[in-house]
């Protein structure tokens, strides 16, 4: 994308209503802008981060065996009335009425819809087991909205639900999918803490939060030193072998930890664990899963022939990633005095291209070539400005990589890259520039 002519709108001040870095710096790179209370549009630098974190939550459940589809964002409140979390869910949903005054509401989550979608197309036992998601859009009229995306009122989530037959298959789908969010989250750049949690409105027994550690984290958290230390993804783990996924949920969950909601510290795991090896934090909810079994499905009439033809009730779950959320969550746990420091895996561009000289042939030319070869994954800074706020306005919005081009280094066939997260500089050839972005590393630069 070139610049000049791009909705990239920086802020030099800091916005006096952002309280955390990452709500400042969002404001400051141009990434949104708050449209209403808790509400935000997203420009096109933030709307490339949100659809690179997208692509990786699909990507990962696609290969974990969940079905993409698509539910509305407006449902009608007797699906509410049939499961009874119509009146329970109280000032938090967002009630409309249509034109005939039939009473609708804006979904704050789908378990209701999905099962009776469910109910209205599965009738067998050999129909199951079965796990279904979409990336859609909520509506939570949260009391304090803040923290830009971190805690909107509209917000973008995965949500994901399973159909079991047992309780001991649904436990199964659990635990495919706290794997499938662990990879997710790693190929984030994050660090992710599953710990027992609260299953609030939602309901059911068995719940995990996934946490990233940051100072500013709405949730205080209790863990072991353990997850600081092992990387629970260095084994190779199947999703289609039930004695793989028992051996990574029995891995992952048996070092403590917890949300406070959930801390106990007569917990032995806890108690017997030395002072030295206990973890007391902050952290960001990014994902949260739940077993609740026939909370849903009971109430709403799923019911679908057994082996033997009697009628059977399916057990669930349901699964959702705080899409909208990722993006503050990640600048967070990364980012500098400067400004945002991308992971190359989800970096609006892998790579800024400035031009310090506007309208000097060697420069220009140069430039042009480097936006070329890198195509889509380029920011080409073309704006008539001073190299000082070129240089800042990168430095601000994180690109992984920047390709700097001025008129003495273009005039020698050179340029200089530079690696955002590390602030390492080297004058190369565009040529080996280029191939230093494509091989990811300024290691080999020689
Ligand atoms: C699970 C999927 C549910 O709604 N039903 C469908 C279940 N869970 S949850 O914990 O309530 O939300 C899932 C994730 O959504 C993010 N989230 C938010 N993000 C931004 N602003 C909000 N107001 C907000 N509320 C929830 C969190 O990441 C949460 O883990």
Redesign the pocket.
């Known amino acids: 994308m070139r610049l000049a002519h791009s909705l990239v709108p920086t802020l030099k001040e800091t916005p006096a209503e952002a309280q955390i870095a990452s709500h400042r710096l969002m404001l400051r790179s141009g990434m949104i802008r708050q449209t209403s209370a808790g509400i935000y549009a997203w420009l096109p630098s933030g709307w490339r981060v949100l659809q690179k974190i997208t692509r990786i939550v699909r990507e990962e459940q696609d290969a974990s065996g969940s079905q993409e589809i698509l539910m509305p964002t407006i449902q009608s409140a007797d699906l509410w009335r049939a499961s009874g979390r119509y009146d329970a869910y109280g000032p938090e949903m967002l009630r409309i009425r249509d034109r005939h005054d039939r009473e609708m509401l804006y979904g704050p989550?789908?378990?209701e819809m999905i099962t009776d979608i469910f109910r209205q197309s599965v009738k067998s036992y050999r129909e199951l087991p079965q796990m279904l998601y979409h990336i859609q859009w909520k509506f939570?009229d949260?009391v304090r909205p803040r923290f830009g995306?971190?805690?909107?009122?509209e917000?973008l989530?995965k949500?994901?639900y399973s159909f079991d037959l047992s309780y001991e298959d649904a436990v199964v789908s659990y635990r495919r999918m706290m794997l499938a969010y662990m990879r997710s989250f790693q190929r984030m750049g994050l660090h992710a803490i599953p710990m027992q949690a609260e299953s609030g409105p939602?309901g059911g027994n068995l719940s995990h939060?996934f946490i990233i550690l940051a100072p500013t984290g709405e949730s205080a958290v209790y863990y072991d030193a353990a997850f600081e230390e092992q990387d629970w993804l260095k084994s190779a783990f199947d999703y289609a072998n039930p004695q793989d996924l028992e051996s990574f949920f029995t891995q992952i969950t048996t070092p403590y930890a917890a949300t406070d909601e959930k801390h106990d510290a007569a917990d032995p795991r806890w108690a017997g664990l030395a002072a030295e090896r206990r973890r007391e934090g902050r952290g960001i909810?990014?994902?949260?899963i739940?077993y609740f079994g026939k909370k849903y499905s009971e109430p709403m009439g799923l019911s679908i022939a057994g082996p033997d033809g009697k009628p059977l009730t399916p057990f669930m779950g349901?699964?959702?990633?705080?899409v909208?959320?990722l993006v503050g969550a990640i600048i967070e746990a990364s980012h500098d005095d400067a400004g945002i420091i991308w992971p190359d895996s989800v970096a609006p561009w892998a790579a800024a291209i400035l031009n310090l000289k506007q309208g000097d042939a060697a420069c220009d030319a140069m430039c042009e070539a480097a936006y070329k070869a890198l195509g889509a994954e380029a920011l080409y800074d073309d704006r008539p400005e001073r190299a000082g706020v070129k240089f800042a306005d990168a430095d601000l919005s994180g690109h992984p990589w920047q390709i700097v081009v001025g008129p003495r280094g273009a005039a020698a066939g050179r340029v200089e890259l530079k690696r955002r997260a590390s602030g390492e500089r080297v004058e190369l050839s565009l040529e080996d520039a280029l191939a230093h972005i494509r091989e990811g590393g300024l290691a080999r630069a020689g």
């Open positions: 989550t789908n378990e939570r949260e995306v971190m805690r909107g009122r917000f989530m949500d994901g939602i939060e909810e990014v994902g949260h739940f349901s699964y959702g990633i705080g909208s959320r």
